[in-house]
């Protein structure tokens, strides 16, 4: 109940412009690092991320390999809000994956992701559990699946508090995971594939 209420409260919050940070990317991603998954390896080039000005949106072409999109600044408690929307395809067996990350640490070893496909939002990731980095899932405790089609906008927030990370999906809290030994870290966002779009890229310190 308490994240829910810290999730009600920062959207009001937003509403009025009150504590909320716009990091949407300037055109030469200043702010940003792109970073390879698995961590280590050179990103390809040119890069799949580009900003589209007059539609307001960050544009991952999905066509250079799997990485991630990481903002510069690392945060302790904070709720995360991003808003995006699939191309649609005219497979329709595609399978849609791309992903929003939460206290990262600076390579992307360690990560706590918000899923964003067909199969719904959960959180997973690859953590410490006393200290040795293990995966969870959370797919099988979602709520439900709030995720809509290809070609629509979807909206998360992610809280993280304190041990736990919250996501929610559409306005809806769908997944809590409580046992996160990482108090500070990065927000992300996943190139994996496939072309996304997101805007409304915004941090609110808890």
Same mark, same amino acid.
């Given at each position: 109940? %308490?994240?829910?209420? &810290? ?6 919050? *937003?509403?009025? /412009? ?11 991603? !200043?702010? *940003?690092?792109?970073?390879?998954? $698995? $961590? ?21 072409? /999905? @066509?250079?390999?799997?990485? +991630?999109? %990481?903002?510069?600044?690392? #945060?302790?408690? &904070?709720?995360?809000?991003?808003? *995006?929307?699939?191309?649609? &395809? ?5 399978? #849609?994956? !791309? ?22 939002? #959960? ?11 293990? =995966?969870? @899932?959370? =797919?099988?405790? +979602? ?9 629509? *906008?979807?909206?998360?927030? +992610? ?8 996501? !929610? ?25 496939? %072309?996304?779009?997101? =805007?409304?890229? %915004?941090?609110?310190? &808890?």
């Amino acid at each position: 109940m %308490r994240i829910l209420t &810290l999730l009600l409260l920062a959207g009001a919050a *937003w509403a009025q /412009g009150d504590g909320w940070t716009d990091i949407f990317p300037d055109a030469g991603f !200043s702010q *940003w690092t792109r970073i390879s998954i $698995p $961590p280590g390896k050179p990103v390809t080039q040119p890069s799949q991320w580009k900003v589209d000005a007059a539609a307001g949106t960050l544009v991952c072409e /999905g @066509n250079g390999g799997h990485e +991630m999109l %990481r903002y510069n600044t690392p #945060y302790k408690n &904070l709720v995360f809000h991003v808003e *995006w929307k699939f191309t649609k &395809l005219p497979d329709e067996k595609a399978k #849609y994956n !791309s992903g929003v990350f939460i206290r990262n640490d600076a390579d992307g070893t360690i990560w706590h992701q918000g899923q964003t496909g067909a199969d719904g939002g #959960y959180l997973f990731g690859n953590t410490p559990v006393n200290g040795v980095p293990q =995966r969870f @899932n959370l =797919r099988a405790q +979602m709520v439900e699946n709030r995720v809509k089609p290809a070609g629509e *906008w979807n909206t998360y927030d +992610m809280t993280a508090q304190g041990r736990t990370i919250t996501l !929610s999906v559409n306005g809806k809290v769908v997944n809590e995971y409580t046992q996160t030994e990482i108090l500070e870290g990065y927000v992300a966002l996943e190139a994996e594939g496939y %072309r996304i779009e997101f =805007r409304n890229i %915004r941090v609110k310190p &808890l």
